[in-house]
């Protein structure tokens, strides 16, 4: 049995390419190219019938590393907290104030990118600080 290398991340969303480029600001990630025959993403979408113009969005990491994220668009808005989340790696490997520092730093980053700061976890005997936080569109993910 062979084991699966690669996966990617679907966010359901409004608002696909703007949701989109926000998580592309948060993690240096980078639009793709629009598909072989169109010289840009508008271009592509407006070639898709009326209603599906602007239904899903992606992103990856230019390094190859990281998920591709995929935006899809959905009618139904966000209602209760989500099931599975992402953490932001921003303090990996630092402790203490230093790292509640930085978390702050990337936070206040976020917040002028228009994500919304829920709340901060302290530090305590067994797990390191780190800051709950929404999207623009109210997906919860933290900061760690």
């Known amino acids: 049995m062979s084991s699966i290398k690669q996966f990617q991340?679907?966010?359901?969303?409004?608002?696909?390419e703007r949701v989109a480029r926000f998580w592309c600001e948060v993690l240096?990630?980078?639009?793709?190219?629009?598909?072989?025959?169109?010289?840009?993403w508008d271009d592509f979408h407006r070639s898709r019938p009326v209603e599906d113009r602007g239904s899903w969005f992606a992103?990856?990491?230019?390094?190859?590393?990281?998920?591709?994220?995929?935006?899809?668009?959905?009618?139904?808005?966000k209602v209760v907290k989500n099931r599975v989340h992402l953490d932001?790696?921003?303090?990996?490997?630092?402790?203490?104030e230093e790292r509640l520092a930085t978390l702050e730093a990337e936070c206040a980053r976020l917040v002028a990118l228009g994500a919304v700061h829920v709340r901060t976890l302290y530090a305590d005997d067994e797990n390191e600080s780190c800051i709950v936080m929404q999207d623009i569109e109210g997906n919860e993910f933290c900061l760690d």
Request: charged share 15%.
């Open 59 to 77: 992103c990856s990491d230019p390094s190859g590393v990281g998920p591709r994220l995929f935006f899809q668009r959905v009618p139904e808005g």
């Open 9 to 16: 991340v679907t966010f359901d969303c409004a608002e696909p």
């Open 28 to 40: 240096g990630y980078v639009v793709p190219p629009p598909p072989e025959g169109f010289a840009t």
């Open 88 to 96: 932001v790696r921003a303090g990996t490997g630092l402790v203490g």
